[in-house]
């Protein structure tokens, strides 16, 4: 089908098109999968084959990335499905706003309760996604409030107006559901999955969406979670929940994504057996095997909430007979929220290369807003640029998708000092926030910010246990809450002990005084000064770095946009250093060997 011009490639135009040098071929016969695609160029002209369609725009992204001669290669993703998650409202929450955890503006779709009249940009969006190979969109938060419920009846129309936009790039769409829609939305008096009015409720609801959205996705489900209503109430298991909705997608090819985040929200700080990281395993790992086979659990890629440094969820490796899916947070929550330069992608690989032969899909929660930059901070884009490049392909080297993205982004000029101060900026936000794996030492609520005791006597579940004597979470199977035997071998022995622990995860298992030698061979008191003064001395770096380019080499705007946000990530990471290392200093009374300045 050479020379015809598909929907996605004339939204390919605006300066980046396709030129006369590259040549798209449809073969339904070349032997190639869904979504794959040969690509070569030669003689400066660029060949792209492939079996569908989806194939051949994959191919065409490809081509706009290309520089210089190609011998052919063939490139198929890496799981079928990739998807993005919004936590968009419709209306704006009053504690959350429009876009729960959501640090770009309003939302991309939806606006004063209605549906956006902008739906050019969220076909700008679409071809966004679809350039880096995202197939997958959920629309609407998982916290689905009252408002947000109706999308799947009444307001059906405003998620097939959306659904016609991403359609063009091979995307589609999904929705956040409330597991008591039969009672929200159809006067029943019950959610029971085991009662057949519910079955029946779901499957007439599902059959309505089918009806207006031939090719709509599924659901996103966050039950039993922070509030959400779930199967619990009834005495039912998660998967007794989960298989009602996928009975009811099944007919149509949709799919459920039932999340594992499930633990209990309403903790005494007192009580040192129960313990946050278990809670998804213990919840979910015995289910193994009953979930339907369009149920994708989906479980956060660490056992807390994403955290700036946590270990990879053991869920992720424990459950070989259920689909899996790993979720990862672009929009920037607990790092930074996009004022801060934080470039997640070497954590996500890391973690991919633990988990790729488990998971069946990989979902990112979306940073993208209405924003004129998509993400606020103009350099966030480049996670959400890197999460759907690494979910095509997570053998890919994060830094090389860093350059990658700077190259389409930036002139030459500048691509040295946006490299700079964003490769190591994940390492540099760990230095001066969340020292040796502990997290969670944030401001409540809107967790910007720090507040070492802020969650120390909640009932949320994540404690640092700092005293006179140390610090950390003793998690170990001889004498803490036993989450190291969650792990397979040979990880479970590795965190178990204080040999093997890796330095990074130190606090996240264990307990241990502040004279405790690391393996880097400073004691962990030492550590956290000199990670928090280098990691702030690093920020006032980056300040300098973005002052001395000349603001046209970027446009006056995005450069006075950027130093803004360095200004900001200056003052917030000084404040880190002093509340942290003065907090630690007052605990144990340990001077800091360089007799730098605490407070
Ligand atoms: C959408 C954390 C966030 C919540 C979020 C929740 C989740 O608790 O603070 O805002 O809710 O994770 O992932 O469901």
């Not at 191919?59 to 998650?85: I, K, N």
């Not at 659990?297 to 070989?320: A, C, N, T, Y």
Request: overall charge negative; charged content about 20%; proline content about 6%.
């Amino acid at each position: 089908m050479s020379g015809v011009h598909p929907a996605w490639l004339g939204g390919l135009g605006g300066g980046a098109g396709l030129g006369d040098d590259v040549v798209l071929t449809r073969d339904p016969l070349c032997g190639l999968e869904a979504e794959a695609y040969t690509i070569a160029r030669s003689g400066g002209v660029t060949t792209v084959v492939a079996a569908d369609e989806a194939g051949l725009m994959y191919g065409s992204f490809h081509a706009l990335r290309l520089d210089g001669e190609l011998a052919a290669q063939t490139h198929r993703p890496f799981v079928a499905r990739r998807m993005v998650q919004h936590w968009d409202n419709v209306f704006v929450h009053p504690v959350m706003g429009q876009v729960e955890r959501g640090y770009s503006g309003g939302s991309l779709f939806w606006e004063d309760g209605a549906l956006t009249d902008d739906l050019d940009r969220v076909g700008d969006y679409a071809r966004l996604l679809a350039s880096v190979g995202i197939n997958a969109v959920s629309l609407n938060n998982v916290n689905v409030h009252a408002g947000e419920a109706r999308l799947l009846t009444d307001r059906l129309s405003e998620v097939a107006a959306l659904a016609a936009r991403f359609r063009q790039y091979h995307i589609r769409v999904y929705l956040s559901v409330s597991f008591a829609a039969p009672m929200v939305l159809g006067g029943l008096d019950t959610a029971d999955p085991a009662d057949e009015r519910v079955k029946a409720w779901w499957a007439a609801a599902t059959q309505r969406v089918y009806a207006t959205i031939p090719d709509f996705g599924g659901y996103v489900v966050k039950a039993d979670s922070e509030g959400q209503p779930g199967p619990f109430a009834y005495g039912r298991t998660h998967a007794d929940g989960a298989n009602v909705l996928a009975a009811a997608l099944a007919p149509f090819g949709g799919e459920v994504y039932w999340r594992a985040f499930v633990y209990n929200h309403r903790q005494d700080w007192r009580d040192r057996s129960t313990d946050r990281a278990r809670a998804a395993y213990d919840h979910f790992t015995p289910l193994d095997g009953e979930f339907a086979a369009n149920v994708v659990l989906q479980v956060k890629h660490g056992p807390i909430d994403f955290q700036p440094r946590e270990p990879v969820s053991p869920v992720l490796l424990s459950m070989p007979r259920t689909s899996l899916a790993v979720e990862f947070q672009a929009t920037q929550e607990y790092t930074g929220q996009q004022r801060h330069v934080c470039y997640l992608p070497p954590m996500w690989s890391s973690v991919l290369s633990t988990v790729a032969g488990a998971v069946d899909a990989v979902v990112t929660v979306s940073n993208a807003g209405d924003d004129r930059y998509w993400t606020n901070h103009p350099l966030a884009q480049a996670n959400l640029y890197a999460a759907g490049r690494l979910a095509w392909d997570p053998a890919l080297d994060p830094i090389a998708l860093l350059d990658e993205w700077i190259g389409l982004t930036f002139p030459p000029a500048a691509a040295g000092v946006v490299h700079e101060l964003m490769r190591d900026s994940w390492a540099v936000y760990e230095g001066y926030t969340s020292p040796l794996g502990v997290g969670f030492m944030v401001h409540p609520g809107d967790h910007y910010g720090p507040d070492v005791d802020g969650y120390e006597y909640s009932r949320w579940g994540t404690y640092h246990f700092a005293d006179r004597d140390g610090v950390g979470v003793d998690r170990t199977r001889a004498t803490g809450t036993g989450f190291t035997g969650q792990y397979p071998q040979p990880l479970a022995d590795e965190y178990e002990s204080l040999d093997t622990c890796p330095d990074e995860l130190l606090l996240f298992f264990h307990h241990v005084p502040y004279t405790h030698v690391l393996h880097s061979g400073k004691t962990v008191i030492q550590h956290i000064y000199d990670t928090h003064f280098q990691g702030a001395a690093a920020v006032a770096e980056m300040v300098g770095r973005w002052a001395a380019l000349p603001p046209e080499t970027v446009g006056e705007d995005l450069h006075a946009r950027v130093a803004d946000r360095l200004r900001e990530q200056v003052r917030s990471a000084n404040e880190w250093r002093d509340q942290i290392n003065t907090y630690f200093h007052r605990k144990s009374g340990i001077p800091d060997a360089q007799g730098r300045r605490i407070y």
